[in-house]
C-alpha cells in the first residue's frame, strides 16, 4: 500500500477517450502520467495525441491577437514579417525578431 492506502494494481479509473485503465503504481507511461482534468480521468497517450492540435490553436490564437493589434495600430508590416500562411497553416516565421 502507498501513503494513501491505495494497493498497488488498484484501478482508479478508466481514459474518457481510449477507456485505458489508470491503475496505482503501474510504470507505464499511460498510467504514471495520466491526468484527472474535471473530474475525469485522461491517460498519457491521449493528452500527448493532442499536443499537435493544441499547439496549432495556440499559434492561431496568438496570430488572431496580432491581426487585432496591427487593425487597431495600422501596422501591417508586422503581420507581413511575422508570420507566413502556406496552404492555410499558419507558423511563425524563423526570421522573424520582435
Do not use: H
Request: glycine residues 6%; proline residues 3%; contains cysteine.
Amino acid at each position: 500500500m502507498n501513503e494513501l492506502g491505495l494497493k498497488k494494481g488498484a484501478v482508479l479509473g478508466k481514459c474518457v477517450w481510449c477507456t485505458q485503465p489508470i491503475k496505482e503504481g503501474e510504470i507505464s507511461f499511460a498510467s504514471y502520467w495520466a491526468k484527472i482534468i474535471n473530474m475525469k480521468w485522461y491517460c498519457a497517450d491521449c493528452l500527448v495525441g493532442l499536443k499537435p492540435t493544441v499547439d496549432e490553436l495556440a499559434l492561431e490564437k496568438e496570430y488572431r491577437e496580432d491581426v487585432n493589434y496591427s487593425e487597431d495600430n495600422d501596422d501591417k508590416e508586422m503581420l507581413r514579417q511575422k508570420w507566413l500562411i502556406e496552404d492555410g497553416k499558419i507558423r511563425i516565421n524563423p526570421n522573424w525578431t520582435s
